[in-house]
T-cell receptor
Framework: DGGITQSPKYLFRKEGQNVTLSCEQN?????MYWYRQDPGQGLRLIYY???????QKGDIAEGYSVSREKKESFPLTVTSAQKNPTAFYLC????????????FGNGTRLTVT | AQSVTQLGSHVSVSEGALVLLRCNYS??????LFWYVQYPNQGLQLLLK??????LVKGINGFEAEFKKSETSFHLTKPSAHMSDAAEYFC?????????????FGRGTSLIVHP
């Protein structure tokens, strides 16, 4: 079955450590996205990429970094510069186009203490 | 810039009652509109989408939504709620002409269904 795989589902880190969240898709989608979800705040866009080796900042990119070396993969690194990294992170993909819905992974819940 | 407002962070209904979740958007051009559902600790799933054509859109699980341009609304309805409908619902709009068409999401409405 085609879909998006995020791993791990739960991740715990100490403050000051960088951590990388994995996102892989086998839907042959060109576009991939990272969203952050906090209670009552909906989904906020961190980064997106519409083609390999290119990506754009979203609304809350500070403290995060991404790479897009392969069409199937779009890992997100949460750096120590991110002031409040504890959150639920969602990866999504879509065909490029205005009426293309997003396909989401099941998320990674990151807890930093 | 596009934006989405979902009225009511929580909506509570009895099983069998009408479900109405409200979504209003702002956009400078005709938008593309979506409703997604999220169950606890999972990602979002597409319920339905409006692109062009018929303004009443039918989705999965008996949900439907009506695009009303004059009211800039895209409210989600279901005639009879089921316990399994309890989840978080998100409205999204995509309308950046000449741009990347990255969707903007509302803050979500939690649907609570009482037996």
């Amino acid at each position: 079955d085609g879909g998006i795989t995020q791993s791990p589902k739960y991740l715990f880190r100490k403050e000051g450590q960088n951590v990388t969240l994995s996102c892989e898709q086998n839907l042959n989608h060109d576009a991939m996205y990272w969203y952050r979800q906090d209670p009552g705040q909906g989904l906020r866009l961190i980064y997106y990429s519409q083609i390999v080796n290119d990506f754009q900042k979203g609304d809350i990119a500070e403290g995060y970094s991404v790479s897009r070396e392969k069409k199937e993969s779009f890992p997100l690194t949460v750096t120590s510069a991110q002031k409040n990294p504890t959150a639920f992170y969602l990866c999504a993909s879509s065909m490029v186009g205005s009426n293309s819905p997003l396909h989401f992974g099941n998320g990674t819940r990151l807890t930093v203490t | 810039a596009q934006s989405v407002t979902q009225l009511g962070s929580h909506v509570s209904v009895s099983e069998g009652a009408l479900v109405l979740l409200r979504c209003n958007y702002s956009s400078s051009v005709p938008p593309y509109l979506f409703w997604y559902v999220q169950y606890p600790n999972q990602g979002l799933q597409l319920l339905l989408k409006y692109t062009t054509g018929a303004t009443l859109v039918k989705g999965i699980n008996g949900f439907e939504a009506e695009f009303k341009k004059s009211e800039t609304s895209f409210h989600l309805t279901k005639p009879s709620a089921h316990m399994s409908d309890a989840a978080e619902y998100f409205c999204a709009v995509s309308d950046r002409p000449g741009g990347s068409y990255i969707p903007t999401f509302g803050r979500g409405t939690s649907l609570i269904v009482h037996p």
